[in-house]
Nanobody, 124 residues
Framework: QVQLVESGGGSVQAGGSLRLSCAAS????????LAWFRQAPGKEREGVAG????????FYADSVKGRFTISQDKSKNTLYLQMNSLKPEDTAMYYC?????????????????WGQGTQVTVSS
């Protein structure tokens, strides 16, 4: 069965950086979509960034463009999210998700598998 395990969260000051990792296992498809979502208390889940494993096609939320970079290490089945110039509004639980189709989506209800989440807290 597909498992996604996130790591790399923590607490940083505004302007700092964090690198999140998502280790995927049990995936039988070689070409699918992996994405990062986040959810803050009292707010709806937001699509942060996604990448298609069949190439390197990506999408980003407007709020993180220029600051966050999504990437993948296909040999290790690992997804990364490099987060720079962090802002307090980036504070949220970050989740890794997988969609077993060849087209990525920004909508959380279109994803099939989810990790347990890793907390990111940015202080001012």
């Amino acid at each position: 069965q597909v498992q996604l395990v996130e790591s790399g969260g923590g607490s940083v000051q505004a302007g700092g950086s964090l690198r999140l990792s998502c280790a995927a296992s049990g995936v039988t498809y070689s070409r699918y979509c992996l994405a990062w979502f986040r959810q803050a208390p009292g707010k709806e889940r937001e699509g942060v960034a996604g990448i298609y494993t069949g190439g390197d096609t990506t999408f980003y939320a407007d709020s993180v463009k220029g600051r966050f970079t999504i990437s993948q290490d296909k040999s290790k089945n690992t997804l990364y999210l490099q987060m720079n110039s962090l802002k307090p509004e980036d504070t949220a639980m970050y989740y890794c998700a997988a969609r077993m189709v060849w087209v990525c989506s920004r909508n959380s209800d279109e994803y099939d598998y989810w990790g347990q989440g890793t907390q990111v807290t940015v202080s001012s």
